[in-house]
T-cell receptor, first 113, second 110 residues
Framework: SQELEQSPQSLIVQEGKNLTINCTSS?????LYWYKQKYGEGLIFLMM?????EEKSHEKITAKLDEKKQQSSLHITASQPSHAGIYLC?????????????FGQGTILTVHP | DAGVTQSPTHLIKTRGQQVTLRCSPK?????VSWYQQALGQGPQFIFQ???????QRGNFPDRFSGHQFPNYSSELNVNALLLGDSALYLCASSLGNTIYFGEGSWLTVV
């Protein structure tokens, strides 16, 4: 089984709908990173969460970290076609990652206009 | 401020050949990590360089090697290429817990 499981693996929504992507770790989380990737391109940094209960928002995207459950969620409000892409969560296992992350397999988001 | 830049963007190699990929980190970042991303998968950590030394390594064979220069830029070398090495190779630069990725280099081995 994966160290970091993302669910769902893919998601198709109508423009304007809210959605949530989950990331669950089988090991202790010291930090959790969220990135967005367009197919075949690099990763765009969205947010980084370090403390249990921490919640961060940027535009219409909100991420939360539940340290006890070793889980993070990414919520998009009023989705737009520009939100489409692959969302990846990456875990920092050491407390100070120095750039080494363990990634989930990604969630493919499609937003229909 | 330029972000993380990688070159080349695409390349095709033949089995058994060798390849070198290059990465310039974001300004002020002193640590460079390399990842391999196969189609449909999340990125896999290859290794990381700091102060011109390999600091951490993932589960990749010795055919994968690297180098970091005094200006923090880095190279990834892969010898004796296999078909399975076909992937997107991503470079990430970091300073503390701030991590940014480049656009990647697409390697196709035929």
């Amino acid at each position: 089984s994966q160290e970091l499981e993302q669910s769902p693996q893919s998601l198709i929504v109508q423009e304007g709908k809210n959605l949530t992507i989950n990331c669950t770790s089988s090991k202790t989380l010291y930090g959790l990173y969220w990135y967005k990737q367009k197919y075949g391109e690099g990763l765009i940094f969205l947010m980084m969460l370090q403390k249990g209960g921490e919640e961060k928002s940027h535009e219409k995207i909100t991420a939360k970290l539940d340290e006890k459950k070793q889980q993070s969620s990414l919520h998009i409000t009023a989705s737009q076609p520009s939100h489409a892409g692959i969302y990846l969560c990456g875990a920092d296992r050491r407390g100070t990652s120095y750039g080494k992350l363990t990634f989930g397999q990604g969630t493919i988001l499609t937003v229909h206009p | 401020d330029a972000g993380v830049t990688q070159s080349p963007t695409h390349l095709i190699k033949t089995r058994g050949q060798q390849v070198t990929l290059r990465c310039s980190p974001k300004s002020g970042h002193d640590t460079v990590s390399w990842y391999q991303q196969a189609l449909g998968q999340g990125p896999q950590f290859i290794f990381q360089y700091y102060e011109e030394e390999e600091r951490q390594r993932g589960n990749f064979p010795d055919r994968f090697s690297g180098h970091q220069f005094p200006n923090y830029s880095s190279e990834l070398n892969v010898n004796a290429l296999l078909l399975g090495d076909s992937a997107l190779y991503l470079c990430a630069s970091s300073l503390g817990n701030t991590i940014y990725f480049g656009e990647g280099s697409w390697l196709t081995v035929v």
